[in-house]
């Protein structure tokens, strides 16, 4: 393997995380695409490597914690080093599901498997000096607060409610992660990608987008690759361009509590 920066982006064999895969690897990164089954990974490396770049791939399931802990260890043990971790994979649901570790689908896919995929590569290969890591969220955080008092959302379930909840978690998360790394071993940031007429959007929300697909890729291929962004850490961007989240984002107890909440749950504690 050469020097190019090994890049992982998580739900990457469609949409969004395919689109920055195959950008990251049209600019000569290695890229690790991540997907839930070996058949679409398989696909989506076809045609990124169509397009002449270089790529291996992960196949492990973000609605398990052990799945995640498995997928980890893979990582680790096949890859010595990771430049840039992309956490991009996400679902919006209509109904209110449970994965299998009992927890609110949104809420689990969306932050809780980020939280712990992240943490555990950072006992592992991303550890810089150098190394980045990008949290895909939306400007639905806007819309968005923490309900500590019922997080699974048991009561009243709406699907914009765990979706804009769980994007407002990206940021929360990022700012604290931010906060506990040392900026010159590992920087960590967050994007809203744009309105991209994505699965998601189409049957989450019910509508279409205004981004093409490239567009929606084009802030997370920047945070990852960018000298721009040397050094920077904590900030949340939007058009390649750094942005104010919304007020709630910005709340550090919020972040603090979502934090060792999140340890918990996940069993990174």
């Not at 209509?94 to 006992?123: C, I, K, W, Y």
């Not at 040392?182 to 990608?193: D, F, R, S």
Request: one cysteine or more.
């Amino acid at each position: 393997m050469s020097d190019a920066l090994i890049v992982l982006v998580t739900g990457a064999t469609a949409g969004i995380g395919l689109q920055t895969a195959t950008d990251l690897a049209r600019l000569g990164v290695q890229v690790i695409v991540h997907g839930r089954s070996q058949e679409k990974v398989d696909q989506a490396r076809r045609a990124i490597e169509q397009e002449g770049g270089s790529t291996s791939g992960v196949v492990f399931e973000l609605s398990s914690l052990a799945s995640i802990r498995r997928g980890a260890e893979d990582l680790a043990r096949r890859f010595p080093r990771l430049d840039v971790l992309v956490n991009n994979a996400g679902v919006f649901m209509n109904e209110r599901e449970l994965s299998e570790d009992g927890f609110e689908m949104t809420f689990h896919v969306n932050h809780l498997a980020p939280f712990l995929l992240t943490n555990l590569l950072l006992q592992g290969p991303l550890k810089g000096p150098g190394a980045r890591i990008v949290n895909v969220s939306s400007i639905a955080h806007s819309r968005g607060r923490m309900r500590f008092e019922d997080l699974q959302l048991t009561r009243g379930f709406q699907g914009y409610a765990a979706y804009a909840q769980s994007k407002l978690a990206n940021i929360l998360f990022t700012f604290e992660l931010a906060e506990r790394l040392p900026a010159e071993q590992v920087t960590a940031n967050c994007l809203h990608p744009g309105v991209v007429s994505t699965k998601l959007l189409v049957e989450g929300f019910g509508m279409e987008g205004s981004d093409t697909v490239e567009e929606g890729a084009e802030t997370s291929v920047f945070l990852a690759t960018s000298e721009d962004v040397t050094g920077v850490t904590g900030r949340y961007f939007a058009r390649k361009r750094e942005v104010n989240p919304a007020p709630q984002a910005l709340d550090v107890s919020a972040r603090k509590q979502l934090w060792e909440i999140s340890e918990k749950l996940s069993g990174l504690r």
